[in-house]
């Protein structure tokens, strides 16, 4: 693998030595307040049976989301009005239905372009030339390098698609909508098999032994992960990955994709189709851009590596985030110039405020708060938390510009440019609002998530920097 150093990872590097220790077997894990944190260990019966829920039901909602559109222009009751049309007493006519009008069906083609496309993401991770970015302290103590080359991986995988497509005539640009259902199929296949080999592959082999975080109930170690960094070799980060690349890269191959098909259909691509391409390819971009910004975001720095990360990337994540452009080759929307003007600022507003304050946490934590928000130095309250190898750490919180309005302003912005997204589709429809409600009902359970955690990580500290900035989404509101 080709790596490059850049100036964060030269920032950084004083600390890495202190990984040096991943194979250590942890201490009880207990930080200055008494408590631990990370991970939740204690698990109530509702929380078993959440767990339950979600491992069942979230694969049948997809598919459910998946039948909607396919069969029933995406009405989102269509298929439960059919269900309810069926005997339940004649298992005969339950299996047809199961059969015929719900299941997506099984290709080879679906097959091998899946696998294919995953094979070929992990080469562009393993053999791109890269830069190397650094996470956060994990609770036992670690600094873990990684490979960031996301935006030249997502660069050559579209350049590849277009000339491949549009330029050679190789394949159709339709092809991944043309087989929406077999990859639907083949993703789950992958997504179980890599929740179910994470939970193996924890118990057996762990790649960073100390990090990993047990509970009484299976379902839920399964649901929520049990290691923390999950690895083949030193560099093949799993969490990276699959977020990263079967995941984000997807989302804006497969609009485009169903642009081409909509394109085929009617002979030009909406105004409506060209806003959600564009507003997810800026929102896809962004991420990449800021890879080595992501590295210390809740998703690497704090969530473990179950079915909830290994499925939902693999599965949630390309085929709901992607609904809208489902919807509009169903429903090709022309929208008016005002509308088109409106739906525009909402979501630029919401980028500019989703950047700049994720920005703001990034560069005071860059620079130890030694640096300027809204034109002034950075007003921080600096804190202490105990890791599992025994060291006491440093850290800090800002609680000037965007963070002094509220805990959580980045996630306004991220509603912002969410709903954006859904009104790019008109309003003819409940479907493509689904991300809309899910990013509020995510991102309102990842505060109260957040709060737990970072309360038992910094105590006292957090009450303090909870009572200088009361809010937690909205300011003055909530
Ligand atoms: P944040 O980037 O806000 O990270 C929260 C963490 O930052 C806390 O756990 C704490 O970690 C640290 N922190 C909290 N307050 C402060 C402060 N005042 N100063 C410095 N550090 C602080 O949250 P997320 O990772 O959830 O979100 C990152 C972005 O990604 C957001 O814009 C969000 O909207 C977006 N997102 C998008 C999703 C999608 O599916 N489209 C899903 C989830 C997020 P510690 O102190 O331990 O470092």
Redesign the pocket.
């Known amino acids: 693998m080709a790596v490059t150093q850049d100036s964060t990872s030269t920032l950084k590097q004083r600390n890495v030595k202190a990984s040096g220790s991943s194979e250590a077997t942890a201490p009880t894990l207990v930080a200055q307040t008494g408590k631990t944190w990370g991970r939740a260990r204690e698990i109530g019966i509702l929380t078993i049976i959440g767990s339950y829920i979600t491992v069942l039901f979230a694969p049948l909602f997809v598919v459910y989301m998946w039948v909607s559109c396919d069969k029933y222009q995406c009405e989102i009751l269509g298929p439960a009005s059919k269900l309810l049309t069926y005997d339940l007493s004649d298992s005969k006519s339950w299996i047809a239905f199961l059969t015929d009008d719900f299941f997506p069906k099984p290709t080879a083609e679906g097959f091998y372009l899946y696998f294919g496309w995953l094979f070929f993401q992990a080469a562009l991770y393993v053999f791109v030339p890269a830069k190397i970015g650094y996470g956060?302290e994990t609770p036992a103590g670690l600094i873990l390098p990684y490979v960031v080359n996301g935006l030249r991986a997502w660069f050559i995988t579209h350049a590849l698609f277009i000339a491949g497509s549009i330029g050679l005539g190789l394949f159709p640009a339709s092809i991944i909508h043309d087989n929406w259902g077999a990859l639907l199929i083949s993703a789950n296949v992958y997504g179980f098999f890599l929740a179910f080999f994470s939970y193996v592959k924890a118990n057996l082999f762990p790649s960073h032994p100390a990090d990993r975080k047990f509970s009484s109930s299976f379902i839920y170690d399964f649901l929520m992960g049990i290691e923390f960094n999950p690895r083949i070799g030193k560099w093949f980060d799993f969490k990276l990955f699959h977020n990263g690349r079967p995941g984000i890269v997807a989302w804006t191959l497969i609009n485009l994709s169903f642009a081409a098909a909509q394109y085929n259909n009617i002979g030009y691509v909406t105004n409506s189709m060209i806003l959600v391409n564009l507003f997810h390819l800026i929102?896809v971009l962004d991420f990449f851009y800021n890879e080595d910004w992501?590295l210390?975001?809740?998703?690497i720095?704090?969530d473990h590596f179950g079915f909830y990360l290994a499925w939902g990337d693999s599965v949630w994540?390309p085929f709901l985030?992607t609904l809208q452009s489902h919807y509009l080759v169903r429903h090709p929307v022309d929208l008016s110039l005002p509308y088109t003007g409106a739906v525009l600022a909402v979501g630029l507003a919401g980028y500019y405020i989703?950047r700049a304050?994720?920005h703001q946490?990034d560069i005071?934590?860059r620079t130890d708060g030694n640096c300027l928000i809204w034109g002034k130095p950075a007003k921080?309250?600096r804190?202490e938390f105990a890791t599992s190898d025994g060291k006491t750490r440093k850290?800090?919180?800002?609680?000037s510009g965007f963070?002094g309005l509220s805990?959580?302003f980045?996630?306004v912005?991220?509603?912002m440019i969410?709903l954006a997204m859904c009104m790019s589709c008109g309003t003819g429809h409940i479907l493509p609002y689904f991300y809309i409600f899910y990013?509020t009902f995510?991102?309102v359970q990842?505060i109260f998530r957040?709060q737990d955690?970072?309360q038992n990580?910094?105590g006292h500290y957090w009450d303090q920097?909870c009572k200088a900035?009361p809010y937690k989404l909205i300011p003055y509101i909530w």
């Open positions: 956060q929102y992501y210390r975001t809740i998703d720095c704090h994540l985030y989703f304050v994720n946490k005071v934590r921080v309250i804190t850290s800090l919180l800002l609680i963070w805990r959580h980045n996630y912005g991220d509603l969410s990013m995510l991102l990842r957040d955690r970072c990580k910094y920097y900035v």
